[in-house]
C-alpha cells in the first residue's frame, strides 16, 4: 500500500504533532507515503467564494501531481479531504471543465486524465488496511480509556460526494477505537460541527459549539476524545479552557489525534507521538493505564 501523502496546511503548522505520528503509525504499519512536497493549500473551500476557477485549478494542480506517480491520495484533514474530493468529482463528470482545467495545468506542465481517488487515512485504516489487520498489530492495548470519537463535519457530509459511511450513524472511528483496546463513548455531539469555521468571526459561537460536544463526551462517561481532523482538533483542544468556561464547567478532557491514538497502541511512546504539543496535557490519563 502507497499514497501520495497530503499533508494539508495544519498538520504542519498549527498540529505538527500529527504530521509526525502519522508518519511514525504508517511506518510501523507498512503503509507507504510519498509526501506531496510540492502540493499547495487546498483552499478550504474558501477560495471556492472568491473565485471558483482558480480553487478547481489549485486542487487539480495536486490531483495532476498524483496522478503523474501513480498514487492516489491519501489526507489526514477532512477538509482536505472534501475539498479534493469535490474537485475530483466535477472534473470527472464534466469532460468540458476537465479540458479548461488542462489548459491551465499545462502552462506550468501537467495535465490531469481523472485516474486517481482520494482517501483519508481513517477511511484506509478502517477498510483497506482493515480494522482487523490493525489489531493484529497492537502491542499495547488501551484498557482504561475510554474514548469519545469526534468525527467533525466534513468526513460525513455531504455524503453525496464523501460517501464512505452513513452520516447519521458511522462506525468507523468506533471499530478502531475497539481494535486498539479502548472503550468507544456514544454521545450526541459526536456528528456534530466543532465550530472551527466560525471561530475567525464569531468566537463566542464557535467556543460555544465546541464547550457542548466536550461537555456532552465528559458526561457520557469519556476521559479523552480522539479526531481525525486538526482542524477539529484546535477547536477541541487549544479552545478548551474558553469552552468550559462557556458552559460554566470545568473540562479538562484530553483530545487525541487519531494517529496519535493509534500509535500508542502500537508500542510507540508518547514522546513519539508528539503528545506534549497537546494544549489538553494527556500525560496523566496516559500514565494511569501504565503507559
Given at each position: 500500500?502507497?499514497?501520495?501523502?497530503?499533508?494539508?496546511?495544519?498538520?504542519?503548522?498549527?498540529?505538527?504533532?500529527?504530521?509526525?505520528?502519522?508518519?511514525?503509525?504508517?511506518?510501523?504499519?507498512?503503509?507507504?507515503?510519498?509526501?506531496?512536497?510540492?502540493?499547495?493549500?487546498?483552499?478550504?473551500?474558501?477560495?471556492?467564494?472568491?473565485?471558483?476557477?482558480?480553487?478547481?485549478?489549485?486542487?487539480?494542480?495536486?490531483?495532476?501531481?498524483?496522478?503523474?506517480?501513480?498514487?492516489?491520495?491519501?489526507?489526514?484533514?477532512?477538509?482536505?479531504?472534501?475539498?479534493?474530493?469535490?474537485?475530483?468529482?466535477?472534473?470527472?463528470?464534466?469532460?468540458?471543465?476537465?479540458?479548461?482545467?488542462?489548459?491551465?495545468?499545462?502552462?506550468?506542465?501537467?495535465?490531469?486524465?481523472?485516474?486517481?481517488?482520494?482517501?483519508?487515512?481513517?477511511?484506509?485504516?478502517?477498510?483497506?488496511?482493515?480494522?482487523?489487520?490493525?489489531?493484529?498489530?497492537?502491542?499495547?492495548?488501551?484498557?482504561?480509556?475510554?474514548?469519545?470519537?469526534?468525527?467533525?463535519?466534513?468526513?460525513?457530509?455531504?455524503?453525496?460526494?464523501?460517501?464512505?459511511?452513513?452520516?447519521?450513524n458511522p462506525t468507523?472511528?468506533?471499530?478502531?477505537?475497539?481494535?486498539?483496546?479502548?472503550?468507544?463513548?456514544?454521545?450526541?455531539?459526536?456528528?456534530?460541527?466543532?465550530?472551527?469555521?466560525?471561530?475567525?468571526?464569531?468566537?463566542?459561537?464557535?467556543?460555544?459549539?465546541?464547550?457542548?460536544?466536550?461537555?456532552?463526551?465528559?458526561?457520557?462517561?469519556?476521559?479523552?476524545?480522539?479526531?481525525?481532523?486538526?482542524?477539529?482538533?484546535?477547536?477541541?483542544?487549544?479552545?478548551?479552557?474558553?469552552?468550559?468556561?462557556?458552559?460554566?464547567?470545568?473540562?479538562?478532557?484530553?483530545?487525541?489525534?487519531?494517529?496519535q491514538l493509534i500509535?500508542?497502541?502500537?508500542?510507540?511512546?508518547?514522546?513519539?507521538?508528539?503528545?506534549?504539543?497537546?494544549?489538553?496535557?494527556?500525560?496523566?490519563?496516559?500514565?494511569?493505564?501504565?503507559?
Amino acid at each position: 500500500m502507497r499514497y501520495a501523502y497530503y499533508t494539508g496546511c495544519v498538520a504542519k503548522g498549527a498540529t505538527p504533532e500529527l504530521h509526525y505520528s502519522t508518519v511514525r503509525v504508517a511506518e510501523r504499519l507498512g503503509i507507504g507515503l510519498s509526501e506531496m512536497e510540492s502540493a499547495s493549500c487546498c483552499g478550504a473551500g474558501m477560495i471556492t467564494d472568491a473565485n471558483p476557477e482558480i480553487n478547481i485549478a489549485l486542487n487539480a494542480r495536486t490531483l495532476a501531481l498524483a496522478e503523474r506517480d501513480g498514487l492516489d491520495i491519501l489526507t489526514i484533514c477532512n477538509v482536505c479531504t472534501l475539498t479534493l474530493m469535490e474537485v475530483n468529482k466535477r472534473l470527472k463528470g464534466d469532460a468540458g471543465l476537465l479540458e479548461e482545467t488542462n489548459k491551465v495545468l499545462r502552462r506550468v506542465g501537467l495535465e490531469y486524465n481523472g485516474t486517481v481517488e482520494v482517501t483519508h487515512f481513517l477511511w484506509v485504516l478502517a477498510k483497506d488496511y482493515g480494522v482487523e489487520h490493525l489489531r493484529q498489530h497492537v502491542a499495547r492495548p488501551l484498557a482504561g480509556l475510554k474514548v469519545a470519537p469526534f468525527y467533525g463535519c466534513q468526513i460525513l457530509r455531504p455524503s453525496s460526494i464523501l460517501g464512505f459511511e452513513d452520516p447519521t450513524n458511522p462506525t468507523s472511528l468506533e471499530s478502531i477505537i475497539t481494535a486498539v483496546g479502548a472503550e468507544p463513548v456514544d454521545y450526541p455531539g459526536k456528528t456534530r460541527c466543532c465550530g472551527f469555521l466560525v471561530v475567525s468571526y464569531h468566537e463566542d459561537t464557535a467556543v460555544d459549539m465546541t464547550g457542548l460536544n466536550i461537555k456532552q463526551a465528559k458526561d457520557a462517561g469519556a476521559n479523552c476524545m480522539v479526531t481525525p481532523c486538526p482542524l477539529c482538533h484546535v477547536n477541541l483542544d487549544a479552545y478548551q479552557a474558553k469552552a468550559a468556561k462557556a458552559v460554566g464547567t470545568k473540562l479538562g478532557l484530553p483530545v487525541f489525534h487519531l494517529t496519535q491514538l493509534i500509535g500508542l497502541a502500537l508500542g510507540l511512546e508518547p514522546v513519539e507521538v508528539r503528545a506534549t504539543r497537546n494544549v489538553v496535557s494527556p500525560y496523566k490519563l496516559i500514565h494511569s493505564i501504565g503507559i
